[in-house]
């Protein structure tokens, strides 16, 4: 069995920062969606996903990204994407570029957050 998605968290005072490395494919998507669903309900509830190094993202993996987006909100939070070229395209494809928040860095996705709570 591989891993076939890796990546690490870190927690700020106002939100939580997962750099990930692999695929977020059928194989990774319910161990992602589940952790990272753990990390909102333990707070803060802003989360910056960095996808920057992601390989690939399949429909089970947009599906867990747009799960999340939702939990983050229901929770009063957001979910911020930071993406690559590669992912930009899928998401854009399925239309749901806006609904993602898509971020070109990690910095412009916390000062979003920081709008957002001042």
Known sequence: MTVSLRGNRDVKENYQLFRLTGLLDAFS???FRKQVS???DEGPTN???DL????FVDSSG????VQLVKKAQTEGG????VTNPRITQTVKLVRLEKFLSLQSSVEEAI???DKKSS
Do not use: H, P, R, Y
């Open 78 to 81: 957001s979910l911020q994407i």
């Open 29 to 31: 998507e319910a161990t």
């Open 38 to 40: 753990n990390c909102i």
């Open 62 to 65: 947009l599906g867990a990204l």
């Open 52 to 55: 920057s190094k992601i390989d």
């Open 47 to 49: 989360i910056v996903l």
């Open 111 to 113: 000062e979003n957050i």
